[in-house]
């Protein structure tokens, strides 16, 4: 079962995964799957080979990095506006321009898998930021551009991003929804930087 465990705490991602969502996924006992989990975090928290931890907030579980790798981890996530973008952050910045506000199930959709880590380079490059809640179950965060994000690629507003092109079929899929997305923003940053 830990294998099990450990996949579906990774694609739970930051939002972390409830014990009554684990006793609905798999088969075993909740009483079972509760040894299991502190199986896991003891296994995790002995390996000196791993990076993780199980943190438990209320009925919550998720991975988290151990509190040893913080300075690195720290250091990563500051790293300079000159460092170029992944292309994972680019994805994830464009969809969150062209669709703000937007939740991060709906990035992951478009994109087709986690955006957890994109969004918080993003957040701590100041590139976006929390706009609210939505009024659903969970009540999951909307993200939207930041004003950093607007002086940094030189717009005095949205309506300076590229416009879409509408796609060919009304059935056109998510996936290549999210690619023109990227693709149209990522020629909107070349052209700005050839004028510069």
Excluded: C, W
Aim: net charge negative.
């Amino acid at each position: 079962m830990t294998a099990e465990l450990e996949s579906l705490l990774y694609v739970a991602g930051d939002d972390g995964i409830s014990l009554d969502q684990l006793d609905d996924l798999l088969t075993a006992s909740r009483p079972s799957i509760k040894r299991a989990l502190t199986a896991f975090k003891e296994q995790l928290n002995a390996d000196k080979q791993r990076g993780l931890t199980l943190f438990q907030f209320g009925q919550q579980y998720k991975l988290v990095t151990k509190k040893q790798y913080a300075t690195i981890v720290k250091h990563y996530f500051e790293a300079p506006l000159t460092t170029d973008l992944s292309q994972a952050s680019l994805e994830t910045l464009a969809i969150i321009a062209y669709q703000q506000p937007v939740t991060r199930i709906t990035i992951d959709e478009i994109r087709g898998v986690q955006s957890g880590g994109a969004l918080q380079r993003l957040l701590l490059r100041q590139l976006i930021e929390e706009k609210g809640r939505k009024n659903a179950p969970g009540r999951p965060i909307l993200y939207g551009t930041s004003d950093f994000f607007m002086d940094y690629f030189g717009l005095t507003s949205l309506a300076d991003l590229p416009p879409l092109t509408a796609p060919e079929t009304a059935s056109a899929s998510e996936e290549q929804s999210g690619q023109d997305l990227l693709a149209q923003f990522e020629a909107h940053l070349k052209d700005k930087e050839e004028k510069s």
